[in-house]
């Protein structure tokens, strides 16, 4: 045991010493310092001062608190992308510094894809809260007071789609045979990204505030950062790997995963959910933010795939159709 704690303060001393500090300084400070709670680490009551509604309306705390967790989801998996991109160190096992990730493993890629996956699923799972656990009398009530406030402004989702595939398949589908194999520049492929079309008014045709805002904020830091991630996003890392490891059976399945949860499971859990609460008959009631929710959040009309080289035609010809039919119209089910 007494050589064991010799040996952690000999190695203490060197890392201290390769920063020109004295070991013993630091031994001071840890006899003073304060033990560590789990409400400080967490920064729990900076955390629960964060919601703050707009109205009166009880069910609008639900509303904020479940979108504040989606984004922490959402920068869990950013955190995973970044990996996958080569952005992150590796800390070896006995706690020392590995390096600079230079070049992706099969195995690493199919782990760091997979807690993506996990992410989305518990966020998917999860929107069982915005569709059933409203009221939607209330939501109609105070939804009125966030305009032009949108969940189509979480640039947090758009850096995931940037940094899951290669910009091309982010540009709307109707202008995508125009791009497709050519080099053209992320910032002229920008000007026709897929999403636009979700943030227009329903009558003209001309972008909204919510949309206006969006661009204003983050249009240049989404231009560098697919201009970045163009040879590391996630399907640039899967050419990376030799043939042998492309041939992955698993690797492949979590990344048609992946493809399912971010561009099918989600948007029509959001669907589902605009359904609920905006769909009246005869009439639809615009979204916050007057997006154009019918034609923006179904899969089939965006056609939106990460890794369309690896689905059959036919899959991608019925390209979320099965979810709808089962989730929405209620096909299939007992």
Not at 12 to 38: C, F, H, I, R, V
Not at 110 to 135: P, Q
Request: net charge neutral; with cysteine; charged share 25%.
């Amino acid at each position: 045991m007494e050589n064991n704690i010799n040996e952690k303060i000999k190695l203490l001393e060197d890392k201290y010493a390769q920063m020109g500090q004295d070991l013993n300084s630091y031994l001071d400070g840890l006899l003073l310092s304060n033990y560590l709670t789990y409400w400080d680490y967490i920064q729990l009551d900076t955390l629960l001062t964060l919601q703050n509604p707009r109205t009166d309306y009880p069910d609008e705390q639900i509303f904020i608190m479940y979108h504040q967790i989606t984004e922490l989801y959402f920068k869990l998996s950013l955190h995973e992308l970044e990996q996958i991109a080569g952005n992150g160190k590796k800390i070896l096992a006995n706690g020392k510094d590995g390096g600079w990730n230079e070049k992706i493993s099969a195995t690493f890629l199919t782990e760091r894809v997979n807690r993506i996956n996990r992410y989305f699923e518990a966020l998917t799972k999860s929107f069982e809260i915005m569709v059933d656990g409203m009221e939607k009398e209330q939501f109609l009530r105070y939804r009125m007071a966030l305009l032009p406030a949108s969940g189509f402004q979480s640039a947090q989702y758009r850096m995931i789609e940037i940094s899951c595939t290669d910009f091309i398949n982010l540009v709307d589908k109707d202008s995508r045979p125009t791009y497709e194999n050519k080099n053209t520049p992320i910032e002229e492929l920008f000007s026709h990204i897929y999403w636009n079309k979700g943030a227009t008014e329903l009558s003209s045709g001309k972008k909204t505030l919510t949309l206006n805002q969006f661009e204003k904020k983050y249009s240049a830091k989404f231009i560098a950062l697919a201009n970045n991630y163009k040879t590391k996003n996630v399907w640039q890392q899967y050419l990376s790997l030799s043939q042998s490891e492309q041939q992955n059976q698993t690797l492949i399945n979590a990344l048609k995963l992946l493809d399912i949860n971010i561009n099918i499971n989600w948007p029509l859990m959001h669907y589902k959910s605009a359904v609920r609460y905006l769909q009246q008959n005869p009439e639809d009631i615009a979204a916050t933010g007057g997006t154009n929710w019918q034609k923006y959040l179904p899969p089939r009309f965006q056609k939106r795939i990460f890794y369309p080289k690896i689905w059959s035609a036919q899959e991608i010809e019925d390209w979320g159709k099965g979810w709808v039919e089962t989730n929405v119209f209620k096909i299939g089910n007992s």
